[in-house]
């Protein structure tokens, strides 16, 4: 029996239809090689069951059987007999004994939405990306940031200082809804924006007001007031600032261009995320303000580090506290220690709860219409697993019936499987089953650049025992639509990991992240992103050869008039690839043969003419590779065409056949090379 040859996943392929409703029949299949096996078995809770033989088509046999779901999660895994041998298959593959951890599972009722399978995502800081709106850039000492006056940084080239939290570069909305025609060009189909909201901080993860688009991204149609005099300690006279994010008219007009920009995006067939940071707020935030923002504001309430008798006193968890600690009670609960970064305690408060699952609907329902949420630190939230849990699953409730095609992104590390059933999240950022497994792999650094192992680099055994011991923990629904990211404003980026030097900014200094960098090796790492399965995301620059060491160096501007031209190409082509076949979208996916330094893998659509086959070689000098590509469905005698070949000095999209011979693909690949085959259609 060719245990190779044994297949099947939980695309639409082998699992028919593919996002089951609960209490309906389900038809499962399985791939052998034809002629090979005797007999197949359904492995199940409740016994074994015999697979029916169903059809042929050419190398392979299918077989096939129909199950009656229930409302309860299904796992189940396969037994194949053939010429006196016998495996057992799950997402693991086959082996001689069962792996019952790694059995397939079927969730009744849960679906992701049909856009995000796959989707290209283009990830915007938004202040480091275009100044659409000069009107509306923070001026110097308009207010205080932790214990600093904030910058306007007039050169928009200039590197992010290493407490670079207070700079500001200008960036807006009017810039991105300028910049949207390189942005469909490119081929984006998402944006997906960090944090949009009021807030003090260049990245706006200390949310100051969630109803409302910080005017300094949005619009300012009534300005006034004064900046910071010198010598001010605190922010109760930062009138300017107080002007600019309190007054009605600019908080309503930056809303207003929030929802002009999605209505764009939509017509021209783009979706939109945005970034909700729900666990903690910020200092500044109107229920706390801590920092006297809002004390003196007509139209607000006073906030809970003012008064004892804040309405909003519940909000967050004031520790040791009397009332002889008002006003002005710094005795509260902030995020990993942070007082800068009050974390919400739900637990103690049904109007906090009840406030930000209306923010949840809130911003994907008319007139604003976003497509879905990011969540920031999703699995922090609340006191308890419980209460988390619980959280989670009112949210999806109230986003879904707001907007049934939003899409639910959480940012998680480690296993997300408690939260990935259907009714709470739809998926994650995927670090672990796919940022880290290809960094190691093609660089030999850890994702921040803090760490190199020369062990891992180039070790497709690791790769392929990582990535999919993570993959299994993502239901399908959920892995087709994770954010596969090489970089992203929280580790350094990928190109500078090519070079590998391991530190941080403030050690190294940031020319350092550009120097000796290698773009084979990024393209190498493009044409991953663009051919694996979920959705391929993009951090604004990428694209554009931005280097940068972890935070705050990753947050470099855009380099408009300094771009690497041929690298937003490249892009651009393995872009088009991408889009242009459904196999990249939802298709199967099946390692072919590895070894040091080398990959193969296919894309495939089952029963279909849709075959790809990718090739990597990551090695510094010349490899034969012999591919067995019939195992991704590919005819045993035919050709396939080039459709991306990437070398030490480019790339080339010219149209070249490959002959296949009995099954089998010999192909040299040069250093540092990326090959994408499809094919030939007759």
């Keep these: 029996m060719n245990k190779k040859a044994l297949f099947c996943d939980g695309t639409g392929g082998y699992v028919i239809p593919p996002e089951p409703e609960a209490n309906t029949s389900v038809i499962l299949q399985f791939r052998t090689a034809a002629g090979d096996a005797d007999s197949v078995f359904l492995l199940t809770e409740s016994g074994s069951y015999e697979l029916e033989k169903r059809s042929t088509a050419g190398e392979f046999d299918y077989y096939a059987i129909r199950w009656e779901l229930g409302e309860k999660p ?90 670079g939290v207070r700079e500001f570069y200008g960036g807006d909305l009017k810039g991105v809804m300028e910049k949207l025609d390189y942005l469909q060009n490119l081929g984006v189909e998402v944006i997906y924006f960090n944090p949009l909201f009021v807030s003090p ?126 006003p002005y009670n710094h005795h509260y609960d902030g995020w990993w220690g942070h007082d800068t970064l009050p974390k919400l305690n739900y637990e103690s408060s049904e109007k906090l709860e009840e406030y930000i699952l209306e923010i949840g609907r809130k911003w994907v329902s008319p007139p604003y219409n976003a497509d879905g949420w990011r969540l920031d630190v999703a699995a922090d939230l609340g006191h308890t697993q419980e209460y988390n849990h619980a959280f989670w699953r009112k949210f999806r409730d109230v986003v879904k019936e ?134 391929p995301t993009i951090y604004y620059g990428d694209e554009a050869g931005v280097c940068g060491f972890t935070d705050p160096d990753n947050r470099r501007t855009y380099p408009w008039g300094y771009e690497n031209l041929e690298l937003i190409d490249f892009h651009r082509e393995m872009i088009w690839i991408h889009k242009n076949y459904e196999a990249f979208c939802t298709g199967s996916l099946k390692m072919l043969c590895w070894t040091d330094h080398v990959l193969a893998y296919g894309r495939f659509l089952n029963n279909s003419k849709e075959q790809f086959v990718i090739i990597i070689n990551n090695g510094d000098s010349l490899r034969e590779v012999k591919v067995p590509v019939w195992l991704a469905e590919v005819p045993r005698q035919g050709f396939m065409r080039r459709m991306m070949y990437t070398y030490e000095n480019g790339y080339t999209t010219e149209y070249e056949e490959y002959h296949v011979t009995d099954g089998e693909l010999v192909v040299n690949m040069g250093s540092h090379s990326a090959l994408v085959l499809k094919t030939r259609e007759y």
């Design 201 to 326: 901080s260049n990245h706006k993860y200390d949310i100051q007001d969630y109803d409302y688009i910080d005017p300094h991204y949005g619009a300012i149609v009534k300005d006034g007031g004064e900046a910071l005099p010198e010598g001010a300690k605190d922010n109760a006279d930062a009138t300017r600032y107080q002007a600019r994010v309190t007054d009605r008219a600019n908080l309503e007009a930056s809303n207003r261009l929030f929802a002009e920009l999605v209505e764009e995006l939509h017509r021209r067939g783009m979706k939109v995320i945005l970034d909700g940071v729900f666990n903690h707020c910020g200092s500044f935030n109107k229920w706390m303000d801590r920092e006297r923002i809002y004390e003196r504001r007509e139209g607000y309430e006073k906030g809970a580090y003012i008064c004892a008798d804040s309405p909003y006193r519940t909000f967050f968890d004031f520790f040791g506290s009397h009332e002889g600690d008002w």
């Design 74 to 163: 299904f796992r189940y895994s396969f037994q194949i007999f053939g010429g006196g041998d016998m495996a057992y298959y799950s997402q693991a593959g086959a082996h001689e004994r069962e792996m019952k951890e790694y059995d397939f599972e079927i969730i009744p009722d849960f679906s992701t939405p049909d856009w995000a399978k796959g989707a290209v995502m283009y990830q915007i800081f938004t202040d480091r990306f275009y100044n659409g709106d000069p009107s509306n850039d923070v001026v110097d000492r308009e207010y205080i940031y932790i214990g600093e006056p904030c910058v306007q940084v007039k050169d928009w080239n200039k590197y992010p200082a290493a407490m």
């Design 402 to 535: 707001a907007n049934p095609n939003a899409l639910i992104l959480a940012e998680h590390y480690g296993n997300p499987g408690a939260w990935l059933r259907g009714n709470e999240w739809d998926s994650v950022m995927n670090y672990d089953a796919f940022m880290e497994p290809v960094t190691w792999f093609l660089t030999g650094m850890e994702k921040h650049s803090d760490e190199r192992r020369p062990d891992l680099q180039g070790n497709a055994a690791h790769f392929i025992r990582t990535m999919f011991r993570y993959m299994s923990k993502l239901p399908m629904p959920s892995r087709l639509t994770a954010m596969n990211e090489l970089s992203n404003h929280d580790h350094s980026r990928f190109l500078t990991r090519t070079n590998h030097v391991a530190g941080r900014v403030g050690d190294l200094g940031p020319e350092a992240a550009n120097e000796n960098v290698s773009l084979p090796v990024m393209r190498i790492a493009v044409v991953m992103q663009m051919t694996w399965v979920g959705a």
